[in-house]
């Protein structure tokens, strides 16, 4: 069974940075790429970085380029970590942060969709003050 466990959320002040982790575990993810959304209080979920399986391909949405880093650290084919450094933080990144596993191994502008994503772990808070 698949399992997605963020964490690293929390409160902080506008300017300043979290790191999101993402422990995925119980199947091959083997080129399955990883991506983070966020979602507000009354706004659709929104796609907010992606990564390749080997690390070597990224993609960020506009609003947190530059400010955002993700990562992963393939510890084996059915484990991994995947990171979400976020710095220069703004009252407007105010969500809860998803973490998600593809359906399937392609790499492209598809996986900017939620509907790539067969699966989600259950969210962490992050919350930026003025």
């Known amino acids: 069974q698949v399992q997605l466990v963020e964490s690293g959320g929390g409160l902080v002040q506008a300017g300043g940075s979290l790191r999101l982790s993402c422990a995925a575990s119980?199947?091959?993810?083997?080129?399955?790429?990883t991506g983070w959304f966020r979602q507000a209080p009354g706004k659709e979920r929104e796609f907010v970085a992606a990564?390749?399986?080997?690390?070597?391909?990224?993609?960020?949405?506009d609003s947190v380029k530059g400010r955002f880093t993700i990562s992963r650290d393939n510890a084996k084919s059915t484990a991994y970590t995947a990171y979400l450094q976020m710095n220069s933080l703004k009252p407007e990144d105010t969500a809860v942060y998803y973490c998600?596993?593809?359906?399937?191994?392609?790499?492209?502008?598809?996986?900017?969709?939620?509907?790539?994503?067969?699966?989600w772990g259950q969210g962490t808070q992050v919350t930026v003050s003025p």
């Open positions: 998600a596993s593809p359906s399937r191994t392609n790499w492209g502008s598809s996986l900017r969709s939620p509907q790539e994503y067969g699966y």
């Open positions: 119980g199947r091959t993810f083997t080129m399955y790429a």
């Open positions: 990564i390749s399986w080997s690390g070597t391909f990224t993609d960020y949405a």
